[in-house]
């Protein structure tokens, strides 16, 4: 499944990185510990977190994610959605809680790793 295709599918809002909406997806990690996900993220991970500051585009770029989602109405602050934007790193937004978009993203067919 693409990103594209995931946003068709749930309720996500494109913040930043609409020209890779084609990546492939290939599993999905939830954590708000940074040092965490660069260490156990796989690329082509979905990664779901309610951080919005601009170390989220840095772990997202040093990782290869294909998108991160920030859940719970989290917003992307004004530094970091310019990072993203210049560095092409898919950022979604959703109103729904990190157990439930994880939820979601389990009954597509998305699992970990």
Same mark, same amino acid.
């Given at each position: 499944?693409?990103?594209?295709?995931?946003? %068709?599918? =749930?309720?996500?809002?494109?913040?930043? $990185?609409?020209? +890779? !909406?084609?990546?492939?997806?290939? #599993?999905?990690?939830? /954590?708000?510990?940074?040092?965490?996900?660069?260490?156990?993220?796989?690329?082509?991970?979905?990664?779901?977190?309610?951080?919005?500051?601009?170390?989220?585009?840095?772990?997202?770029?040093? %990782?290869? =994610?294909?998108?991160?989602?920030?859940? $719970?109405?989290? +917003? !992307?602050?004004?530094?970091?959605? #310019?990072?993203?934007? /210049?560095?092409?790193?898919?950022?979604?937004?959703?109103?729904?809680?990190?157990?439930?978009?994880?939820?979601?993203?389990?009954?597509?067919?998305?699992?970990?790793?």
């Amino acid at each position: 499944m693409t990103v594209e295709e995931l946003i %068709t599918l =749930l309720p996500l809002t494109v913040v930043s $990185g609409q020209s +890779k !909406l084609g990546h492939e997806i290939t #599993g999905g990690y939830v /954590s708000d510990l940074l040092s965490n996900v660069m260490g156990q993220a796989c690329a082509g991970n979905v990664w779901v977190t309610m951080q919005g500051h601009q170390n989220i585009v840095a772990v997202a770029s040093l %990782t290869g =994610l294909a998108a991160v989602i920030i859940a $719970g109405g989290v +917003k !992307l602050d004004k530094d970091a959605a #310019g990072k993203a934007e /210049s560095e092409e790193i898919v950022i979604l937004s959703t109103l729904l809680s990190s157990f439930e978009i994880t939820g979601r993203l389990y009954q597509l067919g998305i699992a970990g790793k």
